[in-house]
């Protein structure tokens, strides 16, 4: 009878996450895996299968976290609001391993060699983007943004915007916070 894993799926597979979303597909080996992880290589292939599979449950931990904070942001403080205080709290994340976006990061790297993992990441980019259209779409029903405003343009923009604030983030002497603070402020000028 096989043993039971002594280890909890979900805290290795947070640990693998913020691994890649610092070093990237390419600069995390096996062995920085198996160390990170404290798995023996046989352990590891058992309760993952691969690289890539666990590459991808980051992924999906990492996508899921990010849309759970919006929504949460949102139950607090509403559509409009959420969509003014996202940037800073994107800002605010300093015990995350890297400052930008993991999702994007990926997309970048591997479109051109693991294509798979590269349409994982771009997917959750697209859920990302129809959830900020979504509270594009409540923002202008409840009256924060003018009618002659397109959601989907609106949240194309808002996403790149974010995307770009996330790689500044990683670049010495920018400042982000007011950069975060230009991108909300951007925002009231929908009311018309």
């Known amino acids: 009878m096989p043993r039971k894993p002594s280890f909890d799926r979900d805290v290795l597979i947070d640990q693998a996450r913020d691994l890649f979303w610092k070093q990237g597909w390419a600069g ?90 590269a349409a994982k990441a771009e997917e959750h980019l697209q859920r990302m983007e129809a959830l900020f259209e979504a509270l594009f779409r409540r923002a202008q029903q409840n009256g924060d943004i003018g009618t002659g405003h397109d959601p989907t343009a609106l949240a194309r923009r808002y996403q790149s915007d974010l995307l770009g604030l996330r790689v500044s983030a990683e670049r010495l002497g920018v400042d982000t916070d007011a950069l975060a603070q230009d991108i909300a402020a951007g925002l009231d000028r929908l009311a018309d």
Not at 44 to 72: C, I, P, Q, V
């Open 28 to 117: 995390t080996s096996m062995k920085d895996l198996e160390k990170a992880l404290k798995l023996k290589p046989g352990s590891f292939y058992a309760a993952f299968g691969s690289k890539g599979a666990l590459f991808e449950l980051a992924l999906d931990r990492y996508a899921a976290a990010g849309a759970a904070r919006l929504s949460a942001l949102a139950d607090e403080v509403g559509a409009f609001g959420a969509l003014k205080h996202y940037p800073a709290l994107l800002m605010d994340m300093t015990a995350a391993p890297a400052r930008a976006c993991m999702l994007s990061k990926t997309v970048l790297e591997l479109k051109t060699q693991e294509a798979a993992l």
